[in-house]
Structures are given as structure tokens and as C-alpha cells.
């Protein structure tokens, strides 16, 4: 009885510091955005089968107020040309964040397009 208690307790506190091992690895990036500012892709269009998506103003204002050193924004669709707005420093591992969202084109269409954002911290 006394080994299967002393198993169990070691084991409890085997599975309370893996737990906080755990938090302490996943809260790395505690200070970062929960989230990227998806309005942005608010502003994308298509006109004659081109994406217009003019936010380097908006981009580097959001890297300013988030402590960000770089920053790469792509929207694109199958059959169109990507188009990719780069600013600061994008060395090493970023961030990635993706989403899908409708864009209206200037013929009347709705075309579903990928918005992805790399974040270098």
C-alpha cells in the first residue's frame, strides 16, 4: 500500500510539473497580439483580374503598435497573380496566420481569396 502510494504522489507531481512546463513554453509569445487585424483585408479588390490591395501605410502603422520587426501580408486566388506587400525585417522564423475571405471584383464576381501574414517578433 505504502509503493502504491508513493507511485501516485510522484506521479501527481510529475503530472503537475509537465503541465507547467507546458504553460511556460506556450506563453513564449505571452506579449504578442492574440490576433492579427483582419480588417485589413477589408481593403482588397479585384479590378480587371488583379488584386488592388494598397495597406503599406496600414502595415507599418500595425508593426509600430505591436512591436513588430517585420512583416510580409499575400492575398491571392487560384488562376490570379499573388499579391504581396513586405515590410522591416523578415529574418527567421515568423509567425503565420491565414484566412479566407471574399473579395469583390470590378465585374460584379466574389471571389473567395487566402490572406496570409508572416510576423517576425
Known amino acids: 500500500m505504502e509503493?502504491?502510494?508513493g507511485t501516485m504522489t510522484?506521479?501527481?507531481v510529475l503530472?503537475?510539473?509537465t503541465a507547467f512546463a507546458a504553460t511556460m513554453v506556450s506563453n513564449?509569445?505571452?506579449d504578442r497580439p492574440e490576433d492579427f487585424d483582419w480588417s485589413l483585408a477589408d481593403d482588397a479588390k479585384i479590378v480587371e483580374d488583379s488584386y488592388i490591395w494598397d495597406i503599406r501605410s496600414k502595415v507599418v502603422s500595425y508593426m509600430d503598435r505591436n512591436g513588430i520587426q517585420g512583416m510580409t501580408a499575400t492575398?491571392?486566388?487560384s488562376g490570379m497573380e499573388d499579391?504581396?506587400?513586405s515590410e522591416g525585417d523578415t529574418s527567421g522564423d515568423p509567425t503565420v496566420l491565414r484566412r479566407m475571405v471574399s473579395v469583390s471584383s470590378d465585374d460584379g464576381r466574389?471571389?473567395?481569396t487566402v490572406f496570409e501574414?508572416?510576423?517576425w517578433y
Request: proline residues 4%; charged residues 10%.
Open 3 to 5: 509503493a502504491m502510494t
Open 10 to 12: 510522484v506521479c501527481i
Open 15 to 17: 503530472t503537475a510539473f
Open 28 to 30: 513564449d509569445g505571452a
Open 75 to 77: 492575398c491571392g486566388s
Open 83 to 85: 499579391l504581396t506587400v
Open 110 to 112: 466574389t471571389v473567395p
Open 117 to 119: 501574414v508572416r510576423i
